[in-house]
T-cell receptor, first 116, second 114 residues
């Protein structure tokens, strides 16, 4: 069965610090990978996604993620965080070829708190 | 473009009572999903519809949960009777092949069972 592991439950950073959130998945076949963000009181929003091609994916708001197939990882990065990045971040995976096939498997999420 | 609409946003009920949640997906999105998100966990798929047909309901507790999408647009998720462990956020989402099936989520319906 597919599973997603997010290494950090809660990360606290100061503004301008660099961010890296870890995500590992278990699935032997072709996968689609996603990072979603949930700002306080808001719905889940797609940050970025990887289906195929360049393993370095750029998303909204300066976020990027790198797919490393050999490590089954899809870590999220941002060079310099802002207070407005305070949110919960979810990594998700599903099996498919070139597109989502539904049934996203989510990690437990990482809460990011950015101190001004 | 309007997003995924859900109602009610918040509901408190006693155990053994029933509750229903409504969802209106993004216009034109044929695929509709219901997810359950328990506090401290990531969302878990309950059921997936393609138009008005069920694609995957393997994780839906069918003894108490039911969902329908009769006309292939709006959907209703019902819980009867509710248990304490059903306290969660119920997320509706939708997608379309035109956008590589990227899944868009609604704001969720928060259920507390007391």
């Amino acid at each position: 069965a597919q599973s997603v592991s997010q290494h950090n439950h809660h990360v606290i950073l100061s503004e301008a610090a660099s961010l890296e959130l870890g995500c590992n998945y278990s699935y032997g076949g072709t996968v689609n990978l996603f990072w979603y963000v949930q700002y306080p009181g808001q719905h889940l929003q797609l940050l970025l996604k990887y289906f195929s091609g360049d393993p370095l994916v750029k998303g909204i708001k300066g976020f990027e993620a790198e797919f490393i197939k050999s490590k089954f990882s899809f870590n999220l990065r941002k060079p310099s965080v802002q207070w407005s990045d305070t949110a919960e971040y979810f990594c998700a995976v599903n099996a498919g070829y070139g597109g989502s096939q539904g049934n996203l498997i989510f990690g437990k999420g990482t809460k990011l708190s950015v101190k001004p | 473009e309007a997003g995924v609409a859900q109602s009610p946003r918040y509901k408190i009920i006693e155990k053994r009572q029933s509750v229903a949640f409504w969802c209106n997906p993004i216009s034109g999105h044929a695929t509709l999903y219901w997810y359950q998100q328990i506090l401290g966990q990531g969302p878990k798929l309950l059921i997936q519809f393609q138009n008005n047909g069920v694609v995957d309901d393997s994780q839906l507790p069918k003894d108490r949960f039911s969902a329908e999408r009769l006309k292939g647009v709006d959907s209703t998720l019902k819980i009867q009777p509710a248990k304490l462990e059903d306290s969660a956020v119920y997320l509706c989402a939708s997608s379309t092949p035109r956008e590589a099936n990227t899944i868009y989520f609604g704001e969720g319906s928060w259920l507390t069972v007391v």
